[in-house]
């Protein structure tokens, strides 16, 4: 029951994932005054592209063609695992630090692929999205600290069980202060604005964009979607683990159709203070990056501080 | 957290809110963000003191106080620090001393220092909210670094006044109330010194028709 | 005789049989025989270890080999988890011996070095299984003088190499005279030689005699182990020597001063005071950030991989003194937690370090140089280095589903439960603990998509690496050996939880009956569990159904030349290199790394505003070395020329200062 809960939950996140993607860019459509295209138009993108065939850079090699699959692969497994719809997820896959690990590989297959191609914009994506993710590193397992203490365990479930059998636990200043530098990564690891931009096409900016330049049709789509999986999972781990109402901690039917609508609603409405915010903000300068991640880092250390402080 | 009353709990959001707004100050280079945040930082800071107030047997003057407090860092220095602000429009700190990932890290840094240093007083204090004076003195020592490593002379007064709620925080958490003279002294100062830095300020841009502190060296040269 | 004791001496045997071959052969056989010979004296070195690890005790005492006290050996789990580490090491360096010293009558071919490659690995098993200070002196000895002149082994070729051997002996050097005072005087104090005698004398030695022994310890332990700031010998001897020797030096070596530390710090002087081991994390955390930023932008293969070492070790010095702090402040859960993260990623840093340094000696003898700036494109012409290498990077990254994310995630949960009555020491030691751990894992993947990435895709950026060819099977055998034992380590580590367990609990570090839960394919830690197997399973097979999948939903895959911008087909000149890569990263730590840069404009002759050339030029220095080392060589180099006069050369006036040291040696010891 359990596998068969863990499945759907995986369908259910890729089905959602490309939705997401265009709640965002309706959402950011309407503000900016446009009419926007439909939520669902990302689905169609993707059906079209999955039917043609790819094309590999003359230069490239294996790890051109391994890495949407590895980055699809680690995104699903992640989808799996993660109690997103309910607890019950299967034991032990889901310790926050092997997710962290898990979508840290999906974005290195890419920056190998970027570097595969040989071509200078393959290269700049690869180093920034790897230099980025470097200093993302330290907030991420940082903030997994201060979250673990409260449970004293790094499993996601345990974690997201806790908050929501006892709500109270997760108005602390430490989840307050972890959920801050949380939502600071999330952004960095997703490549949104201010970190990317992820409808940009000028090379100076571009970080993600420029790593997956020469992939076309079915890659592409390999891509595309893995992409937007990931930033429903991390939406949706961010929506869990400091709003975990509504998530289905035992498996029967009603509590898990309730978890889906909370989950659905949950991640739509992250998504669209997401798009809101991405209208209202500017992209930092590259190098104004590493700022911007101190500041999380020091905001997700305050936050171990503040539990062992505050308990 | 089991258990936790609400009260508790909005006193811990309130003690995190303050670290928050300690780091927001030194994060960000626009001096004019500088002020809200101040004000939250405030308001938290009243929060506290109205939640100690409620649970304190003395109450009328703690009450007092908590409205002094609340009046003063709320409404009054925002209001002064604005005027301040609209002498030297959209400035920023460009070139901070420490370059400000280096100052997050520092802050952080100063924070565990705290929180070191805070562990005998929060042994021998006797009031159940000594366990949160950590945050007080975090705010004093981020107050320091930012008036020591920041051009502007608003980023100066920033400092000070986070010096200052440092103190006051530090003050109501350790000892369980604040006499209310001490506090209305305490107040006066701060409204003093503010005053004299605004004057300050308003001189420096008529002569050097900016707010960077550096310019001072001039005087001396 | 049990099994310890025949396969040691048939390891002792196997080795000094190499090194007699590769004496009397010529050049055509030496190299394979020598290979020959000492992968099998590391199998069963390995055997011995495992056997040791698993609880089979023995112990030799020879007086009659050494005047004066004698050998004594002994084995227990902690000497034989450290032994396995070598024979291991030792295995695979013996293989991939024999293609890559092949029939070459100079470098690693030559007979100095054939004959001294044996010995080396004789002594570093000699070391773990040492039971008596002068013992562990003498076989420590040995390791350093064979691997110093192994080391040496090209410096015909290159001055380069002659600085790496100064520099090493002068560290090491320093170091063993550390150890000697250190040892001695612990011997003197405890009433004995032996560890034994050690033991049980170490209760009557005073607490500032223990600190300073303890000191003593770790500038010799951690000085071999590479750490910061005794670290300045192990970039270059690593990038210097020979690679099956850099492959032995870091991947077994090095860990010999994790060894020591743990027999000296919580074995003989019994866990000491807490500032000991927080001292000792402290040393591990500076080590692992600054190792890792380094490699971060070094563009030397070897010297990048060299600096990962330092890396690791700091991370495993890191895990030994939190074990210490947990044992003192009595949280025995999280002590044995972190005894076992440190010691499995020594046993991981030990596989993939020397997979790594293989892959690395193959692409430098395959195409002359170590410059990952002018490498590139060896997938086409190396593939089975190129994919072993990657693994190996991956494995060195700390992801899953390698061995290194096993021991790192390991490692992580011991720092994340300080438990909730931990001293303030602890509780924030931990969490910069964990920032560090993390920092340097986030730098690491940079680094290792860097050497893969621009070392080894898109096109070469030379003629000798278009040109490169793979290596002899020999050495990509030992390739996929070193290989297995990551596989092995990534998917099976529950197997070494019981042995790590038992050391910890010899160390005195929890009562007996391990506290890291572990069946053999999960490992359990208080509420979290790690599936190491599941991951593997998990990323392989999703990988291959999401590629099948998609095949099978459409055509077949074109190839095409990547989009020029119109700009004529792209050259090699145009892809990023390693430097490149690493440059956002430096400018990041542009204050910690301070690289010096030159940049020289040449004007056109028609014009000043008309350029005709830039020349860049980059050095990134070692800063550490630059601030300690040089003020200290400039202060000996004068006072050295200050004492001039008393060495005039004359042999009576030397003479004569040996018989006033004498004389005085004497007086001493009358007047006492």
């Known amino acids: 029951m359990t596998v068969l809960v863990a499945l759907g939950q995986a369908v259910l996140l890729a089905v959602l994932a490309p939705y997401v993607l265009g709640l965002t860019r309706a959402v950011r459509a309407r503000l900016e005054g446009r009419a926007g295209r439909r939520l669902g138009q990302p689905w169609r993108d993707l059906r079209k592209l999955l039917r043609k065939p790819p094309t590999s850079p003359s230069d490239a090699s294996l790890f051109f063609v391994a890495a949407p699959p590895v980055l699809l692969a680690t995104s699903l497994l992640v989808a799996v695992a993660a109690p997103f719809v309910a607890t019950t997820s299967l034991a032990g896959e889901a310790d926050l630090i ?214 | 957290m089991h258990g936790a009353t609400w009260v508790e709990q909005a006193f811990n959001l309130a003690c995190g809110l303050l670290l928050l707004t300690a780091v927001g100050a030194l994060w960000r280079r626009e001096t004019s963000a500088l002020i809200p945040i101040l004000t939250v930082q405030g308001g938290a800071l009243t929060a506290i003191a109205v939640m100690l107030a409620a649970g304190h047997p003395d109450g009328g003057q703690a009450v007092l106080v908590a409205v002094v407090v609340g009046l003063l860092k709320v409404v009054i220095i925002p209001l002064l620090l604005r005027r301040v602000h609209r002498l030297v ?70 400092g000070l006044l986070l010096i200052d709620n440092g103190i006051a925080a530090t003050a109501f958490l350790a000892t369980d109330g604040v006499p209310l003279i001490v506090e209305l002294g305490v107040c006066a100062d701060l409204v003093l010194a503010v005053l004299v830095l605004q004057v300050l300020t308003a001189r420096m841009v008529h002569t050097f028709g900016d707010g960077d502190l550096d310019d001072l060296r001039e005087l001396h040269d | 005789m049990n099994v310890v004791a025949a396969s040691l001496s048939a390891a002792g045997g ?7 071959s590769a004496v009397l052969f010529g050049r ?42 004698g050998v004594e050996l002994a084995v227990d789990p902690l000497s034989g988890w450290f032994l396995l580490l070598i024979g291991a090491v030792t295995a695979v360096t013996g293989v991939y011996t ?63 190499v002659r600085d790496a051997g100064i520099w090493y002996a002068a560290l090491t050097q320093l170091g063993f005279v550390a150890l000697l005072i250190g040892l001695v005087w612990l011997a003197g104090t405890a009433g004995g030689p032996s560890f034994a005698a050690i033991r ?17 310890g770790l500038i010799g332990f951690a000085g071999k182990a590479g750490a910061v700031p005794l670290h300045p010998w192990l970039p270059r001897a690593h990038a210097e020597s020979p690679s099956h020797v850099s492959a032995l030096m870091s991947a077994a070596m090095v860990k010999l001063g994790v060894y020591g530390l743990l027999r000296l710090g919580f074995d003989l002087l019994g866990g000491g005071a807490p500032w000991w081991w927080l001292l000792l994390a402290a040393v591990g955390a500076i080590s692992a950030l600054y190792g890792i930023t380094q490699a971060a932008v070094a563009r030397d293969i070897k010297r990048m991989l060299a600096f990962s070492t330092s890396e690791n070790v700091g991370l495993i010095l890191l895990g030994v ?59 086409r012409t190396m593939p089975a280095t190129t994919v072993l290498f990657a693994g190996g990077a991956l494995a060195a990254a700390a992801l899953p589903p390698g061995n290194g994310f096993v021991s790192e995630w390991l490692l992580l949960q011991s720092l994340l439960h300080p438990g909730p009555d931990a001293g303030p020491m602890l509780t924030i030691a931990a969490p910069i603990a964990v920032a560090v751990v993390a920092a340097t894992a986030g730098i690491g993947v940079a680094t290792y998509v860097k050497a893969v990435g621009t070392g080894f895709l898109a096109r070469p950026r030379s003629d000798r690496a278009a040109t490169a060819r793979e290596s002899p099977p020999s050495m990509v055998v030992a390739m996929v050996l070193a290989g297995l034992a990551c596989v092995a380590l990534a998917v099976v580590p529950g197997l070494t939880i019981p042995v790590l367990s038992r050391i910890a609990g010899d160390l005195r570090l929890a009562p007996p009956g391990g506290t890291v839960a572990a069946s053999t394919f999960a490992l359990r830690v208080e509420a979290a569990t790690l599936w190491p197997l599941w991951t593997v399973v998990g990323i392989v097979a999703g990988t291959a159904a999401v590629a099948v999948a998609a095949r099978a939903l459409g055509r077949a895959r074109r190839r095409a030349p990547a989009w020029d911008c119109g700009g004529g087909p792209l050259t090699e000149r145009m892809e990023y290199t390693a430097t490149s890569f690493a440059e956002p990263l430096q400018r990041v730590f542009d204050n910690v790394l301070a690289p010096e840069r030159d940049v020289d404009v040449t004007h056109a002759d028609e014009s000043r505003y008309h350029v005709a050339a830039i020349r860049f ?36 006036r030397y003479l004569g200062y040996m018989l006033v040291a004498l004389l005085a040696v004497l007086v001493v010891g009358v007047l006492r």
Not at chain 3, 200 to 216: H, K, P, Y
Not at chain 3, 348 to 372: E, I, P, Q, W, Y
Not at chain 3, 639 to 651: C, F, I, M, T, Y
């Open chain 3, 98 to 160: 024999v293609g890559y010293a092949g029939r070459q009558g100079h470098g690693p071919g030559a007979r100095p070095s054939l004959v001294l490659l044996p010995l080396f690995a004789a002594s570093l098993m000699l070391v773990p299984v040492a039971a008596s200070v002068p013992t562990l002196l003498v076989g420590w000895e040995l390791m350093a003088v064979t691997s110093l002149l192994l080391v040496l082994t090209e410096h015909r070729h290159a001055p380069a």
């Open chain 1, 98 to 311: 092997v997710v962290v690990g898990l979508l840290l590989l999906g974005a290195v297959a890419l920056a190998l692929a970027g570097l595969d191609t040989g071509t200078a914009f393959g290269g700049m994506g690869a180093s920034r999205e790897m230099t980025i993710a470097a200093l993302v590193e330290p907030t991420l397992l940082l903030s997994v600290f201060a979250l673990s203490v409260r449970v004293g365990s790094t499993d996601l479930a345990a974690i997201v069980t806790a908050g929501a059998t006892d709500p109270a636990s997760v108005f602390t200043p430490a989840s307050a202060l972890a959920a801050a530098a949380l939502a600071i990564a999330t952004l960095a690891e997703c490549g949104r604005v201010p970190v990317d931009n992820p409808s940009t096409h000028l090379e100076l900016t571009m970080v993600h964009e420029a790593m997956v330049l020469e992939y076309s049709g079915r890659d592409l789509a390999l891509v595309e979607w893995a992409s937007a999986l990931r930033l429903t999972i991390l939406l949706g781990l961010l929506a869990n683990l400091f709003a975990p109402w509504g998530v289905a901690t035992h498996l029967t039917p009603v509590a898990l159709a309730i978890g889906t609508a909370a989950f659905i609603a949950k991640v739509g409405g992250l998504a669209a203070l997401l798009a809101a915010g991405e209208v209202l903000a500017a992209k930092l300068r590259l190098f104004r990056v590493p700022e911007l991640l101190a500041g999380s880092f020091a905001l997700a250390l305050l936050a171990v501080l503040a539990a062992a402080v505050l308990g």
């Open chain 3, 321 to 379: 003194g939190f074990a210490g702090m947990y044992a003192q402040a009595g949280n025995s859960t999280a002590a044995v937690l972190a005894l076992a993260a440190a010691l499995l990623h020594a046993a991981n840093h030990g596989a993939f370090k020397a997979l790594l340094f293989a892959g690395a000696g193959s692409v430098v003898r395959a195409t002359g140089t170590r410059d990952m700036d002018r490498l590139g494109g060896l997938v």
């Open chain 3, 28 to 69: 055509s056989v030496r190299a394979a025989l020598v290979g020959l010979l000492t992968a099998p004296a590391g199998a069963a070195a390995a055997v011995a270890g495992a056997a040791a690890a698993g609880g089979v005790s023995w112990s030799l005492a020879a007086p009659y080999l050494l005047p004066l006290t």
């Open chain 3, 617 to 652: 030029h980059q050095r990134i220095p070692d800063r550490v070395e630059n601030r300690i080392y040089r003020p200290l060589v400039t202060a000996l180099r004068s006072l050295g020329e200050r004492v001039r006069p008393l060495a005039n050369g004359s042999v009576h």
């Open chain 3, 200 to 216: 049980a004398g170490a209760r009557d030695v005073d607490a500032a005699t223990a600190s300073v022994v303890f000191l003593l």
């Open chain 2, 89 to 158: 429009r959209n400035a920023r700190e460009t070139r901070p001393l420490v370059n400000v990932a280096t100052s997050l890290l520092a802050a952080a840094g100063l924070c565990l220092l705290a929180y070191a240093a805070a562990r005998p007083l929060v042994a021998v204090a006797e009031s159940p909210t000594a366990r949160a004076t950590p945050v007080g003195l975090s705010l004093v020592l981020i107050g320091f670094f930012l008036a020591a490593t920041r051009h502007r002379a608003i980023s100066q007064i920033v």
């Open chain 3, 14 to 20: 196997l080795a000094v049989a190499g090194a007699i």
